[in-house]
């Protein structure tokens, strides 16, 4: 289980499973941080495990030069495939987090939806900053969106049971060791498979302060994507705005 997303990322299943990440939610953030950061006409986007590419072609729309990288090669060829047919330029590549061997700077860096908390060390998980930190131009901002965990606890839903593509999708959640750990049966008449999701735990203030271990500093707190305040109670996101 420790490196669970280099199998579940690349199946053919999860755009099925997460099928309701729609573009409406990438369009939401996407105004949401062009409305709160200083960005130069045509600046320089990094977006970090870009996945299907939703909000790289909407910088890149936007006429932002758009780099990403996600390890995912299923998910790579998606974001690929869907640039090709909006004629847009975008440096697309595969890579790990924790090696991004990137060396040019960059005007803004994404890391959004929860691509973040995966590995099983803070060290690993908190790599993310540092290396934004180096990446980032010296009036850049990087923008970070995960769950807000205390409403992910209150709030977790034991057991779900859908359909996605002929397939009942089964999803069993629970917190194990300050992770969240999912379980996902996918079912149909040729047979059975399980995927597992786990990913680390870490409270607004947690992320920063290693934000402000990284050289970052918290500018804006966002609790969803309309831009509504953080509100650890009620909030199912949380979405940090840093600069230099």
């Known amino acids: 289980m420790a490196e669970w997303f ?29 409305g709160n950061v200083s960005i130069r006409p045509g600046g320089s986007v990094l977006d970090i495990a870009c996945g299907a590419g939703r909000h790289s072609v909407l910088f890149s729309s936007a006429g932002y030069k758009v780099t990403a ?31 991004p061997a990137l060396k040019k700077q960059f005007d803004l860096i994404i890391n959004l939806f929860t691509s973040f908390g995966y ?25 970070f969106d995960y769950f807000n965990i205390f409403f992910l606890k209150k709030n977790l839903v034991a057991e779900t049971t859908d359909s996605a593509n002929g397939r009942t999708v089964i999803q069993k959640r629970a917190i194990i060791k300050n992770r969240v750990v999912k379980e996902i049966r996918l079912i149909n008449s040729s047979g059975e498979k399980t995927y597992t ?14 934000l402000e271990n990284a050289g970052l500093k918290a500018v804006k707190t966002f609790g969803d994507y309309a831009g509504g305040a953080f509100s650890k ?12």
């Open 69 to 99: 990288f996600d390890l995912s090669r299923n998910l790579l060829q998606v974001a690929k495939r869907k640039s090709r047919e909006l004629q847009l330029d975008i440096d697309f590549f595969n890579a790990d987090v924790r090696h």
């Open 6 to 34: 280099k199998d579940w990322f690349d199946s053919s299943e999860y755009l099925e499973v997460y099928k309701h990440r729609n573009d409406e939610d990438a369009r939401r953030l996407f105004k949401l941080i062009l």
């Open 197 to 210: 999701e786990s990913v680390c735990l870490y409270a607004e203030d947690e992320i920063v302060c290693a």
């Open 233 to 244: 109670e009620k909030s199912q996101r949380l979405i940090i705005i840093a600069g230099k």
């Open 119 to 143: 590995f099983e060390s803070d060290e690993e998980n908190f790599a993310l900053f540092n290396d934004a930190n180096e990446l980032l131009c010296e009036k850049g901002f990087f923008v």
